[in-house]
Nanobody
Framework: QVQLVESGGGLVQAGGSLRLSCSAS????????MGWFRQAPGKERDLVAG????????YYADSVKGRFTISRDNAKNTVYLQMNSLTPEDTAVYHC????????????????WGQGTQVTVSS
């Protein structure tokens, strides 16, 4: 069992930055691929960034490439999402998720989810 808790969301002006954190319980954090998903009202939950167990492989959605950076610290059981140059289109609830197998964009394949943190970008 893995419990995930996100933090770091909030209200920011367009062009600003936020850093999201996701802390995981349990001793096996390093064996999980991690993803950051977001869901805006009326839209599907999509993967915006993912990272492999060791951190040597990452994925970014086209919409965030060059602006967002995912990283993980296995010693601290934490995954981060650094978000720069934010736009109103980035407004959503951001969830972290853990998968005991390889990284995938399929949200249904993730085993554990956090409750989410709201990110609101004002124009």
């Amino acid at each position: 069992q893995v419990q995930l808790v996100e933090s770091g969301g909030g209200l920011v002006q367009a062009g600003g930055s936020l850093r999201l954190s996701c802390s995981a319980s349990g001793r096996t954090f390093s064996s999980y691929a991690m993803g950051w998903f977001r869901q805006a009202p009326g839209k599907e939950r999509d993967l915006v960034a993912g990272i492999s167990t060791s951190g040597d492989s990452t994925y970014y959605a086209d919409s965030v490439k060059g602006r967002f950076t995912i990283s993980r610290d296995n010693a601290k059981n934490t995954v981060y999402l650094q978000m720069n140059s934010l736009t109103p289109e980035d407004t959503a609830v951001y969830h972290c998720a853990a998968r005991s197998r390889a990284l995938t964009t399929n949200s249904g394949a993730y085993d554990y989810w956090g409750q989410g943190t709201q990110v609101t970008v004002s124009s």
